[in-house]
């Protein structure tokens, strides 16, 4: 395993057990409201700070840009962490959390990690080296009909000015499919795409740390991940869709016509 990557699982690791311990006590955890529907709680802080802690230990020269604390600058390599997707998910008690963390050198995403601290589960992937879920080799899965296809999403929360075009796009994909699953954690998603647990993965409006971890996750395990335009500019973009070659384009051809201009 690479060294980096050994780092980013450590920390996972360490920040997952600071999750589950304080899972048992949410009723007195201190939880602030950045804006709708979103929140942050001190584990939330104290899970980030405890994977910047590590990686600086090692990586002293290294760029964070951490969901909670901002970016600090550095070297070429930054790493992209969300110490907590799916916080309001935690704070109700409904499993479906986890922590992600990425690593970029020069722009370019070259490592992975997603833990869920609730099953234990790691899931790594490094550029050129395949997805791993604890220690088996991922690959997404080989459906290709989206009659029989189970995809996941998340609703626009924080753009309710996407949300005519969204539910459009909701609306003929129920239509299509055999199920949509919006369970509340994007990077978990991402890496049930890439286990094959969901066939295909849509959203709109995320933020580089719920998704740069997930997307090299289900490249390294055959897949593709887009924006709404086709390129691989969903970082900046915010807009995702993921699955194998065909899967991805029968989502796209699906839901292209209600792509605004504000979408690509």
């Not at 997707?85 to 990425?102: K, M």
């Not at 899931?123 to 296809?149: H, I, P, W, Y």
């Not at 539910?167 to 369970?183: E, P, S, V, Y």
Request: net charge neutral.
């Amino acid at each position: 395993m690479h060294p980096m990557l050994n780092i980013a699982v450590r920390a996972a690791r360490v920040s997952g057990d600071i999750i589950q311990r304080s899972s048992e006590k949410v009723a007195k955890l201190t939880v602030n409201k950045k804006s709708k529907n979103d929140f942050v709680t001190e584990v939330d802080l104290m899970a980030e700070q405890e994977i910047i802690k590590i990686i600086k230990t090692a990586y002293p020269e290294h760029s964070i840009l951490a969901e909670e604390s901002g970016e600090t600058s550095g070297n070429q390599y930054m790493w992209v962490i969300d110490p907590l997707d799916g916080t309001t998910n935690f704070l109700h008690g409904y499993p479906q959390y986890a922590v992600s963390i990425a690593l970029k050198n020069k722009g370019k995403i070259e490592i992975g990690v997603i833990y869920d601290p609730l099953r234990d589960e790691l899931f790594t992937a490094e550029r050129g080296g395949g997805a791993m879920l604890n220690n088996r080799r991922l690959r997404v899965s080989k459906q290709v009909d989206l009659s029989t296809a189970l995809l996941g999403t998340g609703f626009p929360f924080k753009y309710p000015e996407h949300l005519d075009s969204y539910l459009k796009m909701f609306r003929d994909l129920t239509l299509k499919t055999a199920g949509i699953r919006r369970a509340g954690s994007a990077a978990l998603d991402l890496a049930y795409v890439a286990v094959g647990r969901l066939d295909g993965f849509w959203e709109i409006g995320l933020k580089e740390w719920d998704l740069a971890a997930g997307a090299l996750l289900i490249q390294e395990a055959g897949g593709v991940a887009t924006d709404f335009s086709f390129n691989e500019n969903y970082a900046q973009s915010g807009n995702i869709i993921t699955g194998n070659t065909k899967m991805h384009q029968a989502i796209y051809q699906t839901i292209q016509q209600y792509v605004t201009d504000s979408l690509k």
